[in-house]
């Protein structure tokens, strides 16, 4: 019974890793199909990754493939972003048919690559879209905006009480001295100065976003 519960969680994992799926895109061009997409995913805005490529053709046999080696020795391979672009250099990895370009992506959104050439002799003129990059608020914890969002509170709550402890001072509720005008001018000052902080702190909070 033990090996029957055990064979078929063992069944569900492997199925588990086959199906695992990833967000990379493929195009056939002639005999040849072309995959392309991040090494890492989901890709984030300023994190080293790699844009992956995969060229194969059907195997001898029915349902298997060959990968291709030397695939890009007359194929250039361009990443594009909106209206910028960047001829990339092409690694090859050590299992045939596998290739990889490492990049930093700068900005969020979505990316394409664009391929010029030819694979033995056949033509290659594709666009291949790849995963859209992301912030780092995927990965980011606690988040920031919580954050943020605690630390604006502070702040209101902070320039409330200063505006009530005017209003106590002018209008005679907070009692100052006997001497007067000094007590209430040093009150003021005091009063300032923690207007300055709260300032600076709203300062500082909008240059860390």
């Not at 890009?72 to 370009?101: C, H, R, W």
């Not at 905006?145 to 005679?172: C, F, H, P, R, T």
Request: proline share 5%.
């Amino acid at each position: 019974m033990k090996i029957v519960i055990f064979s078929f969680i063992a069944l569900l994992i492997s199925f588990g890793i086959v199906t695992q799926s990833y967000a990379h895109t493929t195009v056939e061009v002639e005999q040849y199909a072309i995959e392309a997409g991040w090494v890492i995913e989901p890709p984030v805005v300023g994190i080293r990754n790699s844009v992956a490529f995969k060229v194969i053709e059907p195997g001898e046999r029915e349902g298997t493939y060959t990968g291709i080696t030397s695939a890009f020795q007359n194929l250039d391979a361009t990443v594009m972003y909106g209206g910028a672009s960047k001829n990339i250099e092409i690694n090859s990895d050590p299992k045939p048919g596998y290739y990889f370009s490492p990049i930093i992506p700068t900005k969020t959104g979505s990316y394409v690559v664009d391929l010029q050439g030819e694979i033995r002799g056949v033509a290659v003129d594709i666009q291949i879209p790849i995963e859209d990059v992301e912030s780092t608020s995927v990965l980011d914890f606690p988040p920031k905006a919580s954050e943020g969002s605690a630390d604006v509170s502070a702040l209101k709550n902070a320039i409330s009480s200063l505006q009530q402890d005017v209003s106590k001072l002018k209008s005679g509720e907070t009692a100052t001295s006997s001497n007067g005008g000094v007590s209430y001018d040093f009150a003021i000052f005091a009063l300032s100065i923690a207007a300055a902080a709260i300032i600076l702190a709203i300062i500082a909070l909008v240059k860390r976003k």
